[in-house]
C-alpha cells in the first residue's frame, strides 16, 4: 500500500500521509490540508468519514461486528471479568493484578461519600425532573466540593480525581432514583462489591435488611461492562472536547452526560421501551411501526436499531438478548415485552429497507428489557447506561490529556450573506 493520498486541485497535487493503525485501518492525514492546498478544508457532517483522534482505548469493526477493550473481546470481558477490573483496564490499559484491583477499589471506597450538601441540592429539583438532567447537574456540581483543578501530568493527582468519580457516582446516580420514589438517600458499605453496591443504594427498602440476588449481580456487571465504552461515539467525544479546553474531568464528564441523554443516543435504551409498550398497547401491531419507521415523513424511527459505525449485528445486542432470556428465567418474570421486541426484531431483519440499509438490533435494544425486569424505572435506564459508561469516559478524557491533543475547534464552510454595508431603520 502506498504511504501517501494525492488530492488534486485545480491541476495541482497535493500529498497527504496515509496512517495506519494496527488493526490495518487507513487514515489520511490531512493535518497539512488547509496549509498546502492554499485553504482547503474537508466537510463531514456527523464526522461519518473523519477520525478524531489516534486512540489505543477501544476497537470496533462494524463491518464484522468486533467490540474489543485494550484488545480484550466484549465476549471473554463479560464473560469472565467484573466491572471494575474492566474499569481499570480501560483506563490504565491493562488487566489489574490482585493486588492493584484490591487497591483499586479500597481507593474508591475511600471516596464512595458526598457532601452532606449534595442533598440540599437533590431536594431542590422536582420529582418530575428527569434523572438524567438531575445527574448531569450533581456531577458538575461535584466540582464545587472538589475544586482542586486536576494536574493530568501528576499520576497522583490523575488517580486521585479518578478513585472519587468512581466512589461518588454510583451515589448519584442510587439517590437521583431514589430521590423520584420518595426514598432515604442511603449508602452502601464497604464490605459489598461495588456491584451489590449499586444494588442496595438503589433498592434497599428503609425496614428491611437488603438481601443480595446473584442474579441482578451478575446481570448488572454484565450490562455495566456491555456498556464501558465505545470508541468515540457522540457523549465519548463531547467528553474529549470539553476537556480539550482543559476543562476538569467531573465538568466534562456532565457533559457527557447530557449528550448521553439523547434519544439517538443512549437516550434510546428509554425510547425502545417505550416505543415496545406502545406496540403492545396497540395490540402488537408491529407492521404499523415498521411503516411508520420507513415514511420519510414521519420523524418516527425504530428505537434500538441502525448504529453509526455497526452495519452487523451490534456484539452487545447478542450478548444482551441472551442475558434478557437468563435474567427473565431465573427470576421468573413472564415479560410479554420481550416477545414484542423478538418479533419486530424478526420482522426488521427480513425487511428489504432494514436490511438494505444494514440496520440491526444495537446496545439499546433488549437492555431495557433486563433493567425492567431489574425493577429499574423506565426513565433510569439512560442513567445506568452512563454508569457503565464513565470508565470508558474517564478513559478517553485521560488519554486525550495524556497526549497533549489541541483543544478541538473545527472549521466550517461558510455559506451565508457575503459582504453588505449596514442598512439604517429607514431603509429597511
Ligand atoms: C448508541 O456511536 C456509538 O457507538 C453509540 C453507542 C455507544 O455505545 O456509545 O453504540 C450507543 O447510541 C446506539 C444507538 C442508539 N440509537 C438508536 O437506537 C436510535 C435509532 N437509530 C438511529 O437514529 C440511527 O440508526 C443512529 C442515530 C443510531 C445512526 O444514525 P446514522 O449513522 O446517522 O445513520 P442515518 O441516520 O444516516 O441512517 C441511514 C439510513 C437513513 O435512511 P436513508 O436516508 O438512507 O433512506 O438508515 C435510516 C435513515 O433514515 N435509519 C433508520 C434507522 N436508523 C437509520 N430508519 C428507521 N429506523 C432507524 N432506527
Request: proline share 5%.
Amino acid at each position: 500500500m502506498s504511504d501517501k493520498a494525492i488530492v488534486e486541485i485545480d491541476g495541482n497535487k497535493h500529498e497527504l500521509p496515509l496512517i495506519k493503525g494496527t488493526e490495518n485501518e487507513v487514515a489520511i492525514d490531512i493535518k497539512a490540508l488547509r496549509s498546502s492546498t492554499g485553504g482547503a478544508i474537508t466537510i463531514d457532517p456527523g464526522y461519518k468519514n473523519t477520525g478524531s483522534c489516534e486512540s489505543a482505548i477501544t476497537f470496533l469493526d462494524g463491518e464484522k461486528g468486533i467490540l474489543r477493550y485494550r484488545g480484550y473481546s466484549i465476549e471473554e470481558l463479560a464473560e469472565k471479568a467484573s466491572f471494575l477490573e474492566v474499569a481499570y483496564l480501560l483506563i490504565f490499559g491493562e488487566l489489574p493484578t490482585g493486588e492493584e484491583l484490591d487497591k483499586f477499589y479500597t481507593d474508591i471506597k475511600s471516596h464512595a461519600v458526598v457532601d452532606e450538601d449534595v442533598k440540599k441540592i437533590i431536594d431542590a429539583f422536582p420529582k418530575a425532573a428527569h434523572p438524567m438532567g438531575v445527574l448531569s447537574s450533581l456531577t458538575s456540581a461535584l466540582t464545587a466540593f472538589n475544586p482542586s483543578t486536576v494536574d493530568v501530568r501528576n499520576n497522583d493527582e490523575m488517580y486521585n480525581a479518578i478513585v472519587k468519580i468512581l466512589g461518588k457516582f454510583p451515589v448519584l446516580v442510587a439517590w437521583t432514583m431514589r430521590k423520584k420514589q420518595g426514598l432515604p438517600l442511603i449508602y452502601g458499605d464497604d464490605n459489598l462489591s461495588y456491584v451489590e453496591n449499586v444494588l442496595k443504594m438503589m433498592f434497599k427498602s428503609p425496614n428491611s435488611e437488603y438481601e443480595q440476588n446473584p442474579v441482578l449481580i451478575d446481570a448488572l456487571n454484565k450490562l455495566l461492562i456491555l456498556h464501558a465504552d465505545h470508541e468515540q461515539n457522540c457523549s465519548a467525544s463531547t467528553v474529549r472536547i470539553t476537556g480539550s479546553s482543559h476543562a476538569g474531568l467531573f465538568v466534562s464528564l456532565s457533559a457527557g452526560i447530557s449528550a448521553l441523554w439523547g434519544p439517538l443516543h443512549g437516550g434510546a435504551n428509554q425510547a425502545v421501551l417505550e416505543m415496545l409498550e406502545a406496540i403492545k398497547e396497540d395490540g402488537g401491531d408491529t407492521k404499523k411501526y415498521m411503516a411508520k419507521a420507513k415514511d420519510k415523513e414521519d420523524p418516527f424511527r425504530l428505537m434500538g436499531f441502525g448504529h453509526r459505525v455497526y452495519k452487523n449485528f451490534d456484539p452487545r445486542a447478542r450478548i444482551i438478548k441472551k442475558a434478557a432470556d437468563e435474567v427473565l428465567g431465573d427470576l421468573g418474570i413472564e415479560d410479554p415485552i420481550l416477545d414484542v421486541a423478538k418479533g419486530l426484531e424478526k420482522e426488521a431483519l427480513e425487511d428489504q429497507y432494514f436490511v438494505d440499509r444494514k440496520l440491526y438490533p444495537n446496545v439499546d435494544f433488549y437492555s431495557g428489557i433486563i433493567y425492567r425486569a431489574m425493577g429499574i424505572p423506565v426513565e433510569m435506564f439512560t442513567v445506568m447506561f452512563a454508569l457503565g459508561r464513565l470508565p470508558g469516559w474517564i478513559a478517553q478524557w485521560r488519554e486525550m490529556r495524556l497526549r497533549k491533543e489541541p483543544i478541538g475547534r473545527p472549521r466550517q464552510l461558510y455559506v451565508g450573506e457575503t459582504y453588505r454595508p449596514f442598512k439604517s431603520l429607514s431603509e429597511r
